[in-house]
């Protein structure tokens, strides 16, 4: 009997079936060199050689060459290995992990050149799970191929297996920015915020409070969505009697969630706008805060920003008041406080890290887990995060010789 016809009745393959078989293989040897289907390669190599009665030669026969890998190849990979490195060096280098819904990469990209301003003493990690990459004039924009702090994974928030390629586990903060609405009705609104109620409601069952959530919403009654358990509500005693006369909005800023920090929606900015008429000039007040002017460079700079720190062990017991004044009469670095943050855990509300309370009476004892916003310069929040008083700054990165 013919060989071939014999090991080809034997695999079960008629002519046509091998015909096929081989077209398998003739595309898998025009696969790049190194890759998984590298062993499947040889082996139908192999088979098929087999198949024809060929020779020891056409066995051994190397494959063809690897084809030139692209620069968005190489970009993949590099970002692969960012993300994995970012992830194993979290319990000494908190990250934050943004969560990109819409794929257009407006509030991403604000998020990420904000945090890489030139006055800020480090700069945090960035991971963001975006279901597609953004465009090269974006790349260029977020410097991307430079900047080895900030990374992409691509994949979908909504399921599980993404979010833990993206360090959902290892994480400090969870940060989801809202959709932009611009100016689409209340429904559509009401439909934008269901994708982040849903990822929200999945990442409080899977951190369980461990991990800082802070998520936008479109409106603020979607919160209403969020159980309430989990809000802390049904924990505390709620005075029904005290809620009469207050719209839904008030009663809505009165959630552990949003006095915590967890939840913002854009609505509180229109109350700022209403306050305008009494007092002018607010905006540009809190817009000077929250998103500072870059000075060229920090030498002989001047402009104020708030920043978030913690106690200094010979403050922990004083009153608010005392501290005030200490601050304020500093010789080297006199700056102004402006509130406390008064962190707390609770069984009853897991993950509300506690509110802001600005301006405190001065009699006010400071705990060890108060956080304090203090308003200075850039050369004092650079002071700050060398004798490690920053929450999420790695100690230990900032070079003093240039502000003398």
């Not at 358990?229 to 005693?237: S, Y």
């Not at 500072?292 to 008041?321: C, F, K």
Request: hydrophobic share 40%; charged share 20%.
């Amino acid at each position: 009997a013919n060989v071939t016809s014999a090991k080809h009745a034997s695999w079960g393959l008629g002519p046509k079936s091998t015909k096929q078989f081989e077209e398998i293989v003739a595309s898998l040897d025009r696969q790049p060199a190194g890759t998984a289907t590298s062993e499947l390669q040889r082996n139908a190599r192999f088979s098929t050689a087999l198949g024809r009665g060929a020779s020891a030669d056409v066995l051994l026969a190397p494959p063809l060459p690897a084809a030139a890998e692209t620069a968005e190849d190489t970009l993949e990979r590099e970002l692969e290995d960012r993300t994995a490195s970012i992830r194993r060096r979290a319990p000494t280098a908190p990250f934050v992990l943004v969560l990109e819904f819409s794929g257009y990469w407006d509030n991403v990209v604000s998020f990420i050149l904000l945090s890489r301003r030139k006055y800020l003493p480090f700069q945090v990690p960035i991971v963001v799970l975006c279901p597609a990459p953004p465009t090269s004039e974006l790349e260029a924009e977020l410097d991307l191929r430079k900047d080895i702090g900030l990374t992409l994974v691509w994949g979908s928030p909504h399921i599980v297996r993404d979010l833990q390629r993206a360090g959902v586990n290892e994480c400090s903060i969870v940060v989801g920015l809202g959709q932009s609405i611009g100016h689409a009705s209340g429904e559509m609104a009401a439909m934008l915020d269901s994708d982040v109620v849903m990822i929200y409601r999945m990442l409080e069952r899977m951190h369980k409070g461990r991990t800082n959530m802070i998520f936008e919403f479109n409106r603020t009654d979607s919160m209403w969505l969020l159980p309430i358990d989990q809000a802390g509500l049904n924990a505390v005693e709620h005075d029904t009697e005290q809620d009469e006369g207050r719209t839904m909005l008030e009663i809505a800023y009165l959630d552990p969630r949003f006095a915590s920090g967890r939840v913002f929606a854009p609505q509180a900015l229109g109350s700022l706008l209403a306050h305008c008429y009494h007092t002018p000039g607010i905006v540009e007040v809190i817009q000077c805060l929250v998103t500072p002017e870059e000075p060229e460079g920090l030498r002989g700079v001047a402009t104020n920003m708030p920043w978030q720190l913690r106690l200094r062990a010979e403050h922990i017991g004083m009153s608010y008041g005392d501290v005030l004044i200490a601050f304020i009469q500093d010789p080297m670095h006199p700056v102004l406080p402006i509130g406390i943050y008064r962190c707390f855990e609770s069984k009853a509300v897991p993950g509300n890290r506690g509110y802001v309370w600005t301006n405190p009476p001065k009699d006010t004892i400071l705990l060890e887990t108060d956080l304090l916003y203090i308003l200075g310069d850039a050369s004092f929040g650079q002071l700050a995060h060398t004798a490690d008083l920053m929450p999420m700054g790695p100690p230990g990165l900032t070079n003093l010789m240039s502000f003398r």
